[in-house]
């Protein structure tokens, strides 16, 4: 693709988006969720300009303007998932995760990884995920690229790695670089004009045991943190996670050997934990004949840690770390998505703290002030419920109405 193609993309992308979300939407909400106290606003009314919340109020009184009138149903912020691989697929369903890695990059062309991005995206938002934090293994992509309805995309560009990323070992350098970035002086230097929000870097490299030296990842952290910029952390191996935390980093990504004193002291520099559940969707009868032997014991690992997280204080947020594609199962990106939240429940973890973890604190740790909430300010994207899902959480994978800028995408 030449680089006028690619700008003149972006720029009609960008066109597309003031025309879409310019107008002035009223909207009567039965209930809205308020995430910070968390607890049901009743009767409400939501004013919606240029795709943002203008005022939220206690309806007094008929509005004589035209109202969407959601009197009867409950409205939740837009969902979002803090870390989830749009252009990533595993062809052996993480039996052989690295292999796998290397078989997708090297088969699949910059089109058809884009295409892949496409159906998930709009997967999601059809599933009430507005908003995605896409963390890596997405090659050169720039979000900018898609043209069909997905979720806001946050994206952190290559995840940087010291040495074989998660390819086997004795990939090639030109393969390795053509989905990762290096932990070098040289790059490092590029933070100062960065494209992305996020930075993420591995401290491990899982399934390879290499470890990215501390003093390496608190010199990354500092600059990125120097250059106003979030800072995501793969860690895996114990020394990896401790490294993670000395280091600074706004949050860790994974955690699966995170033990208790960790856990407190991610507490004391609030840093955000975001443990992966994407693979509960591979514990399905049906897909028995694909699944590895590991994935029920990862799970239940994880599971195990996330109540004494919370009540150590360390802040949750939600994100699947999903990359499986299970069409032919009849399983979209969005469903196994959405299993991979609902899936908290079966970690004690209330249906408020899940709605928490995927709205109000994941917008928090992607720093868009304007992300998981709905108040004056915020984005104008919510998912409309015909029911209460604090009450029954299956039934967040039904939505009635998903708004995204105040504009209705799923009718």
């Known amino acids: 693709m030449s680089k006028v193609i690619f700008w003149i993309l972006i ?6 988006e003031k025309n879409a979300y310019s107008q002035d939407v009223l909207v009567k909400a039965g209930h809205v969720f308020d995430p910070v106290t968390g607890s049901w606003l009743h009767g409400q009314l939501l004013e919606i300009k240029s795709g943002k919340i203008k005022a939220i109020s206690k309806i007094k009184k008929e509005n004589k303007q035209k109202v969407i ?20 697929s595993d062809p052996t369903f993480e039996k052989d995760f690295s292999k796998g890695l290397l078989e997708f990059v090297s088969k699949t062309s910059l089109k058809d990884r884009i295409a892949l991005g496409e159906r998930r995206g709009h997967s999601l938002l059809m599933k009430g995920f507005t908003a995605v934090r896409d963390l890596g293994n997405s090659g050169r992509i720039d979000p900018r690229m898609i043209r069909k309805p997905t979720p806001r995309i946050y994206s952190s560009g290559p ?9 086997p070992p004795g990939t090639s350098e030109k393969i390795i670089l053509q989905e990762y970035e290096r932990l070098s002086p040289e790059v490092i230097k590029r933070l100062d ?4 929000a996020t930075v993420k870097l591995y401290a491990d490299e899982e399934p390879n045991h290499t470890l990215t030296s501390p003093e390496v990842l608190k010199e990354w952290v500092s600059r990125a943190h120097a250059n106003n910029l979030k800072v995501a952390v793969h860690g895996i191996l114990p020394k990896a996670i401790q490294a993670a935390i000395d280091a600074k980093a706004d949050s860790l990504e994974h955690g699966t050997n995170l033990d208790e004193v960790q856990m407190k002291q991610m507490a004391s520099q609030k840093m955000y934990w975001v443990p992966s559940t994407g693979s509960k969707i591979l514990t399905r009868p049906e897909l028995t004949e694909i699944r590895p032997h590991h994935v029920s014991q990862e799970l239940s690992l994880i599971c195990s840690k996330i109540p004494k997280a919370k009540e150590t204080g360390v802040e949750l947020v939600f994100g699947s770390d999903n990359y499986f594609s299970l069409e032919k199962f009849g399983i979209d990106f969005g469903e196994s998505t959405m299993e ?12 408020v703290d899940i709605l928490r973890m995927a709205t109000l604190h994941a917008g928090e740790l992607i720093g868009d002030k304007a992300l998981g909430d709905l108040k004056f300010g915020s984005y104008a994207d919510f998912v409309v419920y015909k029911k209460d899902p604090l009450n029954d959480l299956a039934i967040l994978k039904s939505p009635y109405k998903v708004f995204k800028a105040g504009q209705e995408v799923l009718k």
Do not use: M, R
């Open 340 to 351: 991979a939240l609902i899936f908290l429940s079966e970690c004690k973890v209330s249906p």
């Open 69 to 88: 009138d959601l009197g009867d149903y409950y409205i939740v912020p837009g969902l979002i998932d803090a870390h989830t691989h749009l252009f990533l």
């Open 193 to 196: 004009n960065f494209n992305h």
């Open 11 to 16: 720029i009609s992308f960008i066109c597309f």
């Open 159 to 167: 995840g940087h790695v010291p040495k074989w990323g998660q390819f």
